[in-house]
């Protein structure tokens, strides 16, 4: 799988990540949602809620991407950043 840079995820709109659920390497579709704050439009990349991954591989795929990851479970940013780090991407 090719690794795409962040610009190229939000400008495609979505991005296929492969997560290790139980041992089983599957693939998953995130796609891009922006969630307005007060100060500006933030990125997610957002989980399907009908599929579950683990909040360990879903923060190694935020860490990966350099994104924020939405999910039933919660949000998860890459190391070191937080919302205000991703507004007017």
């Given at each position: 799988m090719q690794t795409q840079t962040r610009e190229e995820i939000l400008k495609q709109g979505f991005v296929e990540?492969?997560?290790?659920?139980?041992?089983?390497?599957?693939?998953?579709?995130?796609?891009?949602?922006h969630q307005q704050t007060?100060?500006?439009?933030?990125?997610?990349l957002t989980l399907e809620s009908?599929?579950?991954?683990?909040?360990t591989e879903l923060l190694r795929v935020a860490n990966e991407l350099q994104?924020?990851?939405?999910?039933?479970?919660?949000v998860f940013?890459?190391?070191?950043?937080?919302?205000?780090?991703f507004i007017g991407l």
């Open positions: 990540v492969r997560v290790n659920i139980n041992g089983f390497l599957q693939r998953h579709k995130l796609i891009v949602e007060p100060n500006g439009a933030v990125p997610y009908r599929y579950y991954a683990p909040s994104l924020p990851v939405r999910s039933k479970d919660g940013f890459p190391k070191g950043k937080m919302s205000k780090d």
